[in-house]
């Protein structure tokens, strides 16, 4: 997988932004609730300026949440993202913090983001790249044998490995410096999307790209699950 960027756009430009997002729909969890089942969050889930309305559990969606209200009448709040995650028949509300693995399960991963619509294990350092595991168990790893490099005329130019980088985690963030030359790797997890940003950091970066190069190129293998499929569509990384 190559991400592009043409460097005849302004070269104050020092942001690099690609996205992973995973196929999912609220058709796999339309029974995954139900009345059997004590959820974890019954009561705790109010709608906003209404501290009185009490959630629905059974009416979740991958993406709403169903309110009764005071007065007898009936709330539905709808989002253009998913808010909610399957783990055990539940619907959970979706948490993106990055938090210690303290599993027994790829011990080389020391950060894990769980309470998402997929699983991440962050690496301790870069060179392991990141592994994610669906509801389903199919696995996927990515940021495999990454570099960097230019490119023109159909030749790269100057590729450079990624570097053995430590992780740095704060929130929802997880920071690998100096991956490359004054290029920081920076991941942001949001509700089903997993977000990483390139930034450069230096002036010398830009001061000491090579002359009529077209073409800034960050590469790296990706190992799907059988059956799958990568989609490029619109700047983003479609998985199905």
């Known amino acids: 997988m190559k991400t592009i960027y043409n460097l005849f756009s302004p070269k104050g430009l020092c942001l690099f932004t690609f996205l992973f997002y995973v196929g999912i729909s609220n058709a796999q969890y339309s029974n995954a609730v139900t009345a059997q089942v004590t959820h974890p969050e019954e009561g705790l889930v109010k709608l906003?300026?209404?501290?009185?309305?009490?959630?629905?559990?059974?009416?979740?969606s991958?993406?709403?949440?169903?309110?009764?209200?005071?007065?007898?009448s009936k709330t539905q709040v709808s989002y253009n993202y998913p808010v909610h995650y399957e783990k055990n028949g539940l619907l959970l509300s979706i948490d993106n913090t990055i938090k210690p693995n303290n599993s027994s399960l790829y011990p080389q991963y020391g950060f894990v983001n769980?309470?998402?619509?997929?699983?991440?294990?962050?690496?301790?350092?870069?060179?392991?790249?990141?592994?994610?595991?669906?509801?389903s168990g199919d696995i996927l790893k990515d940021m495999q044998s990454p570099k960097m490099?230019?490119?023109?005329?159909?030749?790269?130019?100057?590729?450079?490995?990624i570097s053995n980088s430590s992780v740095n985690v704060s929130g929802e963030i997880a920071t690998y410096t100096e991956v490359y030359p004054h290029v920081d790797l920076r991941l942001i997890f949001h509700n089903g999307v997993r977000?990483?940003?390139?930034?450069?950091?230096?002036?010398?970066?830009?001061?000491?790209?090579?002359?009529?190069?077209?073409?800034?190129?960050?590469?790296?293998?990706v190992t799907l699950p059988n059956g799958w499929v990568a989609e490029l569509s619109q700047d983003r990384i479609l998985f199905k």
């Open 149 to 161: 490099y230019f490119a023109s005329n159909n030749q790269n130019i100057g590729v450079v490995g």
């Open 48 to 60: 906003d300026g209404k501290p009185n309305s009490v959630e629905l559990i059974e009416k979740r």
């Open 195 to 221: 977000k990483a940003d390139y930034i450069i950091k230096s002036a010398d970066f830009l001061a000491n790209i090579p002359n009529n190069v077209e073409y800034l190129v960050f590469e790296e293998s």
């Open 62 to 72: 991958l993406s709403s949440r169903t309110f009764n209200n005071k007065d007898g």
């Open 114 to 135: 769980s309470d998402n619509v997929f699983t991440t294990y962050v690496p301790n350092t870069i060179d392991n790249g990141f592994l994610m595991k669906l509801s």
